[in-house]
C-alpha cells in the first residue's frame, strides 16, 4: 500500500526518522523491518508510523521532508484530527522517492 512519511533530511543529504531511532541513515528503495525502540517521552508503539496522506498540522516541516512509502502488515491507529487524524503503523517499509 502507498503511504507517507515525515523524515529528517540533514545537510549532508542523509535521511533519518524524526524522533524514535534517529541515528538510522534511511535509504531509498530498500525494505525495512520495524524495531521496538522505547524512547522517553514518546508512547510505545512499535511500527512505522505513516499517514495515508502527506499532511501532519502538529508537526514542524523545518529540515524535513515527505517521502512516499510503500508498506506491508500494517494496523490503523486512529489519532486526533489534529495530528491527522488516522496513522498507519507498519511492519514493514520501503522509501520510494522524496516528494
Request: aromatic letters at 12%; one cysteine or more.
Amino acid at each position: 500500500m502507498k503511504a507517507y512519511k515525515l523524515v529528517r533530511k540533514l545537510k549532508s543529504g542523509r535521511l533519518s526518522p524524526l524522533f524514535i531511532n534517529k541515528t538510522l541513515s534511511i535509504e531509498l528503495g530498500k525494505w525495512y523491518e520495524s524495531e521496538n525502540h522505547p524512547t522517553k517521552g514518546f508512547k510505545e508503539r512499535q511500527g512505522w508510523h505513516c499517514t495515508v496522506k502527506p499532511l501532519a498540522p502538529h508537526l514542524s516541516k523545518k529540515d524535513r521532508v515527505w517521502v512516499e512509502v510503500e508498506i506491508d502488515e500494517y494496523s490503523i491507529f486512529e489519532t486526533s484530527k489534529h495530528q491527522g487524524s488516522i496513522w498507519l503503523l507498519a511492519n514493514k517499509i520501503k522509501f520510494v522517492r522524496i516528494l
